[in-house]
């Protein structure tokens, strides 16, 4: 899985951070950040036979931020 390019992106976090993987995401007025991710066929098939997803959110010991993963053909 990886983070992918999509219509509507209007920002890419971590684009000079080496240590990091650059990451696509639109930002609205409001401070919601979307992001999008492609699964690979790999990805797919092992979901298929019943793997499951696994979130790991950095927080660097700040609180946690609400998270709504979601399936679909655009972000909105």
């Given at each position: 899985?990886?983070?992918?390019k999509?219509?509507?992106?209007?920002?890419?976090?971590?684009?000079?951070?080496?240590?990091?993987?650059?990451?696509?995401?639109?930002?609205d007025?409001?401070?919601?950040?979307?992001?999008?991710?492609?699964?690979?066929?790999?990805?797919?098939?092992?979901v298929?036979?019943?793997a499951?997803?696994y979130?790991?959110?950095m927080?660097f010991n700040?609180?946690l931020?609400?998270v709504?993963p979601?399936?679909?053909?655009s972000?909105e």
């Open positions: 899985m990886e983070p992918t999509f219509n509507g992106q209007n920002v890419v976090y971590a684009e000079n951070q080496p240590e990091y993987i650059p990451l696509p995401a639109h930002k007025t409001e401070g919601t950040v979307t992001t999008c991710w492609r699964f690979s066929f790999k990805d797919r098939i092992r298929l036979f019943g499951r997803l979130w790991k959110q927080t700040a609180p931020q609400p709504m979601h399936i679909g053909k972000y």
